[in-house]
């Protein structure tokens, strides 16, 4: 039996049975066999949920970057490590072999030393999907510098923010990025967040579009004249496995992004681990991940999971939609893709568009479909399953958080049977439980409740940068000695999970705990529907009432909009009950999303409840203009 790679169920609850029993053997036995390390630790793990501190791996010494780049090299140094395929369809991919990314991190980490980059500096890196985004991030792991990726896509304020939590010495950037038909001027954007940073001393401008761009005397440089005098040599620096590797933030419902802190050891042992059973990656695949770096999906599974495992790992520069919407497919039949992750957003747009696009390409080399980010419905599923697997391909439905660096709970796949909109089971080392309001643990199967994690696990974020304190009040403050996950969930009668959503969606409407999560998947069935969100609005008899945002396809033929919201409540009924009817519904054109797809209720309770003065900033939103014209359909609603 081997603990690491994971092949049938029974083993699989072998391997979790012991993961319980004896952690910490369980760990060791991974890190000592799959790893390479300067010096071996002297305990495997210690922790205390009050504080809240955990460590794993203790007084061993690494570095990330040997394990995921120098020790492949005499046995994989031609085999691709990343192969890039950039956003016009006519430029020829890039394959980087793990010799030449070793001389690529190389060169880069020479370069971050002569700017002055030290141990434990912070970097910002806001890249487009790009070689350099991956290579810069390597190189700060290599000379142990804590990176900082920001979305390349996120405005000139909300990069100064974060830039300025850090306090980040350089920022790594490009002239600008293409994104499907349209160039984005990323210097420009770095210009105008820089206005508010003083901590920021050199930028590194890798040059993408070849766009006329100011270049500020003292502060700018040019990355590729750096690059090409630097020694395609050195050594790594020799890391403490609990030194912070990088910061990523993420948002929470309030106030400042939340900048977690991963550390090294305990991230690197399970996002390969995980990396390795969540795809079943095999030593010739090709793997693709469609998210950004920018989010920790890329970080775990673009870069450090996969090349731990010594993966090809593809890399897109580009949109779902351009030059159409069957780029994906075409993706995957040119460099014929064995496992494929993407997020429920893009499979739901994807399928908008019909099978046509689809059917043109053979998919045949697909093994592994993965989804991330929110709970697929059952329609997108099966969509995904049929027309993409073509029923010969199981779906990973994979939770986990930026808070968790890893996948929490999924289906392994050839393993786990799956269920639509199941997560299933917890990998192993996972100890999920449901909570209830007051806190009590909900035992057996066929509960619903709060999900909480209650044993440390290695990859778990360790603090919040620069504020401990929030750290605590939120992951570890609304349950005993647990960390709280912010996400609702259900076992069903086997002990599969499923994720229900957050539960800061929960709206009480006389009385009754709705959670919008399966009242949108009722309204999602709705054959004329694309999308809903639900939010809660003041009432003066239910105290809260439901307010709908629903988005229709596009038929061609007009609908009546009366007997559609008729319709809509009456498929609520059937599924949920009519308590969960919605009092209005608004159709819209669009949703205020995230980049990573997460639907912004915040914004959609604020409208709701005609209080639209201060919505905050919309400016990281994927879509700021759908804000508008969302307000402005609200005013027929008053
Ligand atoms: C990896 C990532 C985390 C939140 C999480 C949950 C939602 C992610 C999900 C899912 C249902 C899944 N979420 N995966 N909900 N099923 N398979 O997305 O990290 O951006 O931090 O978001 O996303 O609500 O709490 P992050």
Redesign the pocket.
């Known amino acids: 039996m081997s603990n690491y790679h994971i092949k049938h169920l029974e083993e699989y609850f072998q391997v979790y049975r012991k993961s319980v029993r004896e952690p910490e053997n369980f760990w060791e036995e991974i890190a000592e066999e799959h790893f390479i390390w300067r010096k071996k630790w002297d305990k495997v793990l210690s922790w205390d949920f009050t504080k809240p501190e955990v460590k794993w791996f203790e007084g061993a010494q690494l570095n990330i970057t040997e394990n995921c780049i120098d020790r492949h090299l005499a046995t994989r140094g031609d085999k691709t490590a990343i192969l890039f395929e950039p956003n016009n369809p006519d430029e020829p991919a890039e394959h980087i072999t793990y010799k030449q990314l070793y001389e690529r991190v190389n060169k880069f980490a020479n370069v971050l030393k002569a700017q002055g980059i030290k141990k434990g500096d912070r970097v910002c890196i806001y890249v487009p999907m790009i070689p350099e985004l991956a290579v810069s991030m390597l190189a700060c792991a290599r000379i142990g510098a804590i990176h900082s990726v920001v979305f390349a896509g996120f405005s000139a304020k909300a990069l100064s923010t974060r830039i300025n939590d850090a306090e980040c010495k350089m920022v790594i950037t490009s002239d600008g990025s293409y994104r499907g038909a349209k160039t984005i001027d990323l210097k420009g954007i770095v210009d105008d967040a820089l206005e508010n940073c003083s901590c920021v001393e050199t930028v590194l401008v890798a040059k993408r579009i070849n766009s006329d761009i100011t270049m500020k005397e003292g502060r700018d440089k040019w990355l590729q004249p750096l690059l090409d005098k630097a020694s395609p040599k050195g050594k790594a620096e020799v890391m403490n496995a609990e030194d912070p590797l990088f910061i990523l933030y ?1 948002s929470g419902s309030t106030g400042m992004p939340k900048g977690m802190v991963h550390t090294t050891a305990g991230y690197m042992v399970y996002t390969a681990f995980s990396f390795k059973n969540a795809f079943q990656y095999r030593e010739k695949d090709v793997y693709w991940c469609t998210a950004d770096i920018g ?3 890329g970080h775990s599974y673009i870069v450090y999971g996969p090349l731990a495992n010594g993966a090809t790992t593809v890399m897109f520069e580009g949109v779902p939609s351009y030059p159409d919407f069957g780029r994906f497919w075409q993706i995957v039949e040119k460099h014929k893709v064995n496992q494929f992750y993407t ?1 429920p957003t893009a499979i739901r747009a994807l399928a908008k568009q019909g099978v046509e696009l689809v059917e043109k390409h053979d998919l045949s080399s697909l093994k592994v479909l993965g ?6 419905n059952e329609e997108a599923w099966h969509w995904y399953n049929d027309n993409i697997g073509k029923r010969n391909a199981p779906i990973i ?8 660096g890893g996948i929490m ?2 289906p392994i796949p050839y393993v786990t049977p799956t269920k639509p909109t199941y ?1 299933t089971l917890p990998f192993p080392g996972i100890q999920p439980c449901l909570r209830d309001e007051e806190g009590k643990e909900l035992k057996g199967n066929q509960v619903s409740g709060r999900l909480c994690i209650k044993f440390p696990w290695p990859s778990m974020a360790r603090t919040i940068w620069g504020n401990h304190q929030r750290y605590k009040e939120t992951y570890f403050s609304a349950f005993d000695e647990m960390y709280f ?3 609702g969930a259900l076992r069903d009668e086997v002990g599969y999970y499923r ?1 229900t ?2 539960v800061d969606d929960v709206i009480i409407v006389s009385g009754h705990n709705l959670g919008t999560a399966p009242i949108e998947d009722a309204v999602n069935e709705h054959p004329a529907v694309v999308e809903s969100a639900i939010v809660g609005f003041p009432h003066d008899v239910k105290g809260n009432a439901l307010y709908g945002y629903v988005i229709l396809k596009d038929t061609g033929e007009s609908r009546n909009h009366d007997n559609l919201r008729k319709e809509i409540n009456q498929v609520i009924t059937e599924h949920v009950g009519p308590i969960a009817k919605l009092d209005k519904i608004q159709f819209t054109e669009g949703l205020p999303k ?1 980049r ?1 797809g ?1 639907i912004m209720r915040r914004i959609l309770r604020k409208i709701a409840h005609n209080d639209t003065s201060n919505l905050g900033d919309t400016s990281t939103l994927l879509n700021p203009e759908v804000v508008e014209s969302i307000i402005e359909g609200a005013k027929d609603y008053k």
């Open positions: 993420t989010w920790i999906t997020a989804s991330v980010g929110e709970p697929i439905d994979s939770w986990w958080q930026t808070e968790t709970i999924s997560a996950t912010g996400d994720i959503g957050r995230t990573s997460k």
